[in-house]
């Protein structure tokens, strides 16, 4: 099956640790995103890129960090510099696709806690 | 600053009515306009997406209608069924950039159809 994995699906955090999200996607996608979402605040974005080892801050990167090693990857850390990072983080990549040009397709999202 | 304003945040509407939500947007380089549909605890999935040069685009029961003078856009949901119980959110993006092409989502709307 193509498409974009997340994992894990539920993560518990202790204020002052960093974590890490998982993102892979076999879709041969060039660009991956990572959002956060908040009630009532849509999508936002925190890190993109466009293609291995380049990536770009979003409108949200303060406190989060990524890496763009291979083609199917895109992990984010979260940091202990994020001060309210309880949220649900959703992956997403995009590649042109016909007439859906601008199509992203997302992953099935982590719920982070923080405790 | 917010490009993609969304409305309503919340929508009941009977089976078999007619759902009706509104976006309007800032950036007149937008050109890849955009509907997703969320479930809880899912990622976004694509709906339905316009290009602004026509006014209309109709899939099944879901219709875009889009105004480029008063850079608004909307989604008809027909004959609504409570399986379209979801979260929707309108987006735009700038299609042709090549690179860098992010989508800018609205705020989202929850909508509820009862029976």
């Known amino acids: 099956d193509g498409g974009i994995t997340q994992s894990p699906k539920y993560l518990f955090r202790k204020e002052g640790q960093n974590v890490t999200l998982s993102c892979e996607q076999n879709?041969?996608?060039?660009?991956m995103y990572w959002y956060r979402q908040d009630p009532g605040q849509g999508l936002r974005l925190i890190y993109y890129s466009q293609i291995v080892n380049d990536f770009q801050k979003g409108d949200i990167a303060e406190g989060y960090s990524v890496s763009r090693e291979k083609k199917e990857s895109f992990p984010l850390t979260v940091t202990s510099a994020q001060k309210n990072p309880t949220a649900f983080y959703l992956c997403?990549?995009?590649?042109?696709?016909?007439?859906?040009?601008?199509?992203?397709?997302f992953g099935p999202g982590t719920r982070l806690t923080v405790l | 600053q917010q490009q993609v304003k969304q409305s309503p945040q919340s929508l009941i509407v009977q089976k078999g009515g007619i759902s009706i939500i509104n976006c309007a947007y800032e950036n007149t380089a937008f050109d890849y306009f955009p509907w997703y549909q969320q479930f809880p605890g899912k990622g976004p999935a694509l709906l339905i997406a316009i290009r602004p040069d026509v006014s209309e685009k109709k899939e099944g029961r879901f219709t875009i209608s889009f105004n480029k003078s008063a850079k608004q856009f909307s989604l008809h949901i027909m004959d609504s069924q409570p399986g379209d119980s979801a979260t929707y959110f309108c987006a735009a993006s700038i299609r042709n950039t090549g690179t860098a092409s992010k989508l800018t989502f609205g705020t989202g709307t929850r909508l509820q159809v009862t029976l």
């Open positions: 879709l041969n996608h060039d660009a």
């Open positions: 997403a990549s995009r590649g042109p696709t016909g007439d859906s040009y601008n199509e992203q397709f």
